[in-house]
Every structure is written in structure tokens, then in C-alpha cells.
């Protein structure tokens, strides 16, 4: 492959003339010169194109027809010095994602941002940077957004113009295209990493996102049947530690997911991909006949699981999750939240949404039966996720949630930087109440011992 492009830049370089000249007065601005390879292309060897997503033979063979259609063309970029960058540089525009091509592959970057063709953003643990790479135009932007949700299943056009759908295993996007959006934008779109491939147990505490204590207590709980949610804002991990939590369930429980993307990976395998645990993972379904979050949650209980995971609560099936806490399964599940005592009101507003004829009381008092602990998360000005609150509630009072803080983080101070910019946050975190009898007991007959429980109180 090396010969065969060493020929070819000797070619490349004789059409080329000198750098930015095209001596036979070709196309020379790289957009032109992508839409004649892509059009030659298409007309001649769609079946490449076609294949290209799956055969590496296909993918070899069109870099080969990119190289031999610029050279027999005799059509040179002004600001690439050799064919196979300008090769390259097509290849990923023409079947990969463009400009996003390197940063999706790169398990650094935490989440991409499109806010439109030619404005894109890449977020990584400890800094966001405006990329200087933009897609071609407005209608480029559009056909990569397409091209990535097309992978996780999904279509997004003018008549279904916003989609969550995820690009390979762990990676989410939610996207908007125009007339959603202006069309001069070409689209806008949040790319997501779900970097549970990296979190342990060790890096938890190594890094304070949390302690020793903290986690064995909430693995505890979740294996003898007590029923939680994890709130948190955008960005603060949810999903990451649900992850992380789900593998801390004994394999002999059967856990049934539920995600709208597929990003959770709990299943475990010993060295001859035996496996090991027992779980289910469905995705909701949309477009004609969709199926909802809700739709699988109701069907889970015949699957006679110990554990249901909707992954993320956002509707109406927040009743039926509060339903199947207060009838003998273990519901472990994420919202968006500002804090514990919010995250048990934004339960109560999709509950009241569905139209339920009960009082407000009354249903936070199911909730409360049904899901006794938060695990509220916070992303700290340094960029670091910790566990902000372990919270237990006890009951209710004038229609709002009493109950106790048994884990916190307390900041001690915040050290800045000589232009004013937080870098490092200073805290520990604390045990500030004991457990209540209430949940001991539940701990209790879930078959947690008596000298286990004395750790936590």
C-alpha cells in the first residue's frame, strides 16, 4: 500500500505543479474537488458505498478508486501537500463523519457538540475547546448527522426531524435537523461517551468521587432490596455510575434494562466468554408502531426480574417504576435533579403528568415506599463528579419529603488559579446520619446480618 501511494503522490505531484497551482486549471478548493470524486463515485461504484459501513475490503477498495479518480482527473487541493491526505480527507467526508471522525474515536473526549455546520465544540474531563474543523456546508452537516443516527437504527428526516439514537456501543447522540432547526445551520447535535470502560472501584475513591463506605453501602442495599434513583445534572455521570452499580449486583439476580439508546454494558464474562450474570437489555422503539419506555417496563414484570432498570425517568413511566417498587422489585433508574429533595418532586410532576387521580400526598407517599434512597451526583468546578448526597426519606409533611442526609461532600475551600478560575476543589466527604430503623429493617429482611448492619449505623 505504501508503493502504491508513493506512485501516486509522484503523480499527484506532477498534476499538482507547484503547491496552490493547478497547472491544468482544475478545481482546486477542496469542496469542489470532494463533490467530482463524490459524484464520479456514486454514479460508478455505489455498491462501495454501500459496503463501506461493513468490509474493510470495500473500505480499502474505495481509498483506491479515491486516489485513481484524482489523478486520472487531474484534480489537486491547494492546501494538501500529497494524495493521500487529500485521500483521506475524502474518505472520511465521503463514509465516515467528516471533521468529527478523529474526536468520536477518541475515548479522551467526553461529548461533542454541534451547534451548527461551521460551529463545533468538544468537551473533554477538564476543558472544552471550539474546534477549528467545521463540515463542508450546511447540507454536509445534515448528511453526517443523518449517517449517525442512521447507525444506531434510526432515521431522522423532514417529517421525523429529532431523534436520540447512538453511534456503536457507549456512544449516544440526540439530534435536531432542520425544519427543527434553521436550515442554514444544517443541524444541531449532542454526541455523548459513556466512559464506564474506565470507572472502578478504585479510581472512585482514589480520585473522591466517593468512599470506601458509600459504595458498599449503596451495593447493600440495591442486593437486599432497596430501591433507588440517581439524580443529577447533565454531565454529572448518571449514567456511568448506574453502570458501575448494576455490576455490584450479585449474578444470580436477574436485571431487566430499559434504555431509549443502548449505551449500559453490565454483562459479565469469565475468559472463555462464558456468561456470568443474568441480564436483559431492552431499547424503546420509535417512528411507526413505537414502543415507549413505559410499553417495556409493564411488559418487564413478566419476566419475573429482581432488579428493573429504566435507565433514565422522564414521563409516565415513573408510575408504573413507582408502582413496581411498592410491589416486590428493586427499581434503580437516573433523572435530571438539582438535588436529592428535587429529585423526589421531578418524580412526583411525571407521576401527576399521567393523569393519575390521586392527591399529591398520597403520591409522594408511594414514591417514598417505593424508592427510600437518592443518590444525588454534582460535577464540581474542577471538572471531578462526586457523590454530593447519599439521602434517605423518611415521610411526609405538608406535602414535602422529610428526611436524612446520611452521606455528604463538604467543600473546605476552593484554590484558584492568577486569573481567577477554580482548578482544584477542596472537601471530604462525611457520614452525617445514621440509617433509619425503617431501612435497617428493610435491610433486614432482604438478608442483610446484624454485623453487617452495624458497619453503616
Not at 491544468?24 to 463515485?41: M, P
Not at 410491589?327 to 421531578?346: K, M
Amino acid at each position: 500500500m505504501s508503493e502504491f501511494f508513493n506512485i501516486n503522490d509522484l503523480i499527484y505531484s506532477v498534476n499538482t505543479g507547484k503547491k496552490g497551482n493547478n497547472q491544468d486549471g482544475k478545481s482546486t478548493t477542496y469542496k469542489e474537488v470532494l463533490d467530482k470524486v463524490r459524484h464520479l463515485i456514486s454514479l460508478n461504484h455505489s455498491s462501495e458505498l454501500i459496503n463501506v459501513m461493513y468490509s474493510d475490503t470495500a473500505k480499502d477498495k474505495l481509498k483506491n478508486l479515491i486516489v485513481r479518480y484524482l489523478n486520472h482527473n487531474k484534480l489537486s487541493v491547494d492546501e494538501c501537500d500529497n494524495i493521500s491526505e487529500v485521500a483521506d480527507r475524502i474518505y472520511e467526508d465521503m463514509a465516515g463523519f467528516g471533521a468529527l471522525t478523529r474526536y468520536i474515536s477518541d475515548t479522551e473526549v467526553e461529548e461533542i457538540n454541534i451547534n451548527s455546520w461551521n460551529c463545533i465544540e468538544v468537551v473533554y474531563p477538564d476543558r472544552v475547546i471550539m474546534l477549528p474543523e467545521t463540515f463542508i456546508n450546511a447540507a454536509d452537516c445534515t448528511d453526517k448527522i443523518k449517517k449517525m443516527v442512521w447507525l444506531g437504527g434510526s432515521i431522522i428526516d423532514g417529517s421525523n426531524p429529532q431523534v436520540d439514537s447512538f453511534i456503536g456501543e457507549g456512544i449516544r447522540i440526540s439530534a435536531v435537523i432542520p425544519p427543527c432547526v434553521d436550515s442554514k445551520t444544517g443541524g444541531a447535535a449532542s454526541i455523548r461517551r459513556q466512559k464506564e470502560n474506565v470507572i472502578s472501584r478504585e479510581l472512585m475513591i482514589k480520585s473522591g468521587s466517593a468512599t470506601e463506605d458509600e459504595l458498599d453501602f449503596l451495593s447493600l442495599c440495591i442486593n437486599n432490596g432497596v430501591s433507588l434513583a440517581i439524580a443529577g445534572s447533565t454531565g454529572s455521570g448518571k449514567t456511568t455510575d448506574l453502570g458501575f452499580l448494576l455490576k455490584n449486583i450479585d449474578d444470580n439476580k436477574r436485571i431487566y434494562t430499559i434504555e431509549d439508546t443502548r449505551e449500559l454494558n453490565i454483562v459479565k464474562t469469565d475468559g472463555n466468554g462464558k456468561i456470568l450474570n443474568r441480564v436483559v437489555h431492552t431499547v424503546t422503539k420509535d417512528g411507526p408502531n413505537p414502543i415507549s419506555m413505559d410499553d417495556l417496563l409493564k411488559l418487564s414484570l413478566r419476566f419475573h426480574p429482581y432488579a428493573i432498570i429504566p435507565a433514565e425517568m422522564r414521563g409516565k413511566e415513573a408510575l408504573t417504576a413507582v408502582e413496581a417498587g411498592r410491589t416486590g422489585h428493586i427499581i434503580i433508574s437516573t433523572l435530571h435533579a438539582n438535588s436529592a429533595i428535587d429529585a423526589y418532586n421531578r418524580i412526583l410532576s411525571m407521576c401527576v403528568s399521567t393523569g393519575v387521580k390521586l392527591s399529591e400526598g398520597k403520591i409522594l407517599e408511594f414514591i417514598l415506599e417505593a424508592m427510600p434512597l437518592i443518590l444525588f451526583k454534582r460535577q464540581l468546578p474542577d471538572g471531578r463528579r462526586v457523590y454530593a448526597e447519599i439521602f434517605e426519606g423518611l415521610k411526609i409533611e405538608n406535602n414535602r419529603i422529610k428526611g436524612n442526609i446520611l452521606y455528604k461532600y463538604e467543600i473546605k475551600e476552593n484554590i484558584y488559579n492568577e486569573f481567577g478560575q477554580i482548578i482544584k476543589v477542596v472537601g471530604e466527604h462525611k457520614q452525617i446520619n445514621k440509617m433509619s430503623e425503617q431501612l435497617r429493617s428493610r435491610l433486614r429482611y432482604g438478608g442483610v446480618s446484624e454485623e453487617e448492619l452495624r458497619r453503616f449505623v
